[in-house]
């Protein structure tokens, strides 16, 4: 059997499209089995009755920071997802595979639960891959390209709806790298976070989903979570304000407090249409790029970003390595790290300065602390909050609360001999 050439870094949706591109040229190496896209069982996908309109829709929303040649691309292959296979209208699920354990199982039979943790370029030209399993052993895998699937960063604010506590995460690796990146200003807070924990749209499958491995119970709950929209109408109606600014709903028989919820990450890695990264050989795709939503976001295009640029990165990457040779694979000596705890540190630094709203005293904070930890990414994302004078779409500061037309533009930053350097657009 021929050796697989490619790494495809995480299991969400992004990473399976790619895969369907690669099969056995591929490894896929997963920090979890479990992802966005099967736990909060998602339902919007984007549907427009043609390309331009959607692309129209797309930059405004993005306040023209979107890339206009992604937009472009995205939107001449979106209306073709329903052709797709995994679209099927027939399916109960509402992307479309068999079951979600269907998806499921072609994965884990596919995936390393491990992480990537370094990319060791040469020469800004991928060599090989450091990964990390459960056990803590370091392994390292000599291939000519990796396809980076590994979501966003919006776990790491508090709180986030986000189940996905793999850190550093790809995008982080590949900034520590050497890859560009842009937008990290851009973070998405969902207006409606039940209890600071999970969407109400998302809370009755979440609650269920990671504890069954059974099909049929999954199944159950995707078909619950069609009939969950008539409950939320009435849950919407217990909506209520109480003194001192605090929203309550009450949905069975329960009730959560409403805050905002870090929900989606808009920045990400700088990709072209091929789905190439500033790195040769690093491929990205899904919510760890960024180019599609610019400054703010339209439900419903997240699902179809990761399908179309799975796919397109998969491709490409399947390309690239087509006269290479095989992966090379070997362990290293083992040792321990405690994820969890890095997340934690992440998440302290980030809590209280970077937020919902922004001023120049909690960033210039934030900046200092991540310093501290010598944490790169989180520098770059500091310093984009502190570059960014205005504020536009899902970033706001309260010192320059209006958009200005001076900063539409977007902010670049890359990390060169230990010190993160910015650049901007024109
Ligand atoms: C609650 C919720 C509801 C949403 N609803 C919608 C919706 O209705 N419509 C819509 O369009 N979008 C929605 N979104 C956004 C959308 O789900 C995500 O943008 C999309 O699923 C991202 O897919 P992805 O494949 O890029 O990444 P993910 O699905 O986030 O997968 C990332 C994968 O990478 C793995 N990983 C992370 N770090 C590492 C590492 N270092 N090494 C190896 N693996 C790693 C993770 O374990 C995971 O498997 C929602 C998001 C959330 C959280």
Known sequence: MEKPRVLIAGSGLAAYFAWRQLGEKAIVVSGSLTNNSLISGHCFCTKSPNSQTLENAIIGTGRNLSDRNLVKFFCSKAKGIEKLPEFSKKTEWSLGFKSPLDFLERFQQKALNARIVELNVLENRLDSVTIQHENGQKQVIECNAIVLCTGGYSHYFTPADSMNYSSPTGLEVAFNAGAMVSGLEFNMFHPFGLGGKCLPTEALSKCNVLSKSNGAEWLKKSILQKSLHDRLSKACLAISHEKGGKLKVEMNNKTFNLTPISHYSNGGLVVDCDSKTSIQGVFAAGEI??????????????????????????????????????????????????????????????????????????????????????????????????????????????????????????????????????????
């Open 289 to 426: 790029a960024f180019g599609i939503q610019g400054a703010e976001r339209i439900g419903g295009t997240a699902l179809t970003e990761a399908v179309v640029f799975g796919s397109n990165a998969g491709k490409k990457a399947a390309i690239h390595c087509d006269d290479a040779s095989p992966c090379r694979i070997s362990f290293g000596k083992a040792f321990f790290e405690k994820s969890k705890k890095r997340i934690i540190d992440c998440k302290k630094i980030i809590s209280g300065n970077f937020g919902t709203l922004n001023s120049r005293e909690k960033l210039l904070e934030g900046l200092e602390k991540s310093s501290e930890k010598d944490c790169f990414f989180l520098q770059a994302l500091f310093k984009a909050g502190l570059a960014r004078k205005e504020s536009r779409g899902c970033f706001n500061r309260i010192d320059f609360p209006k958009e200005r037309k001076k900063f539409e533009k977007n902010f670049l930053f890359k990390l060169e001999k230990g010190k993160v350097k910015q650049a901007f657009t024109e």
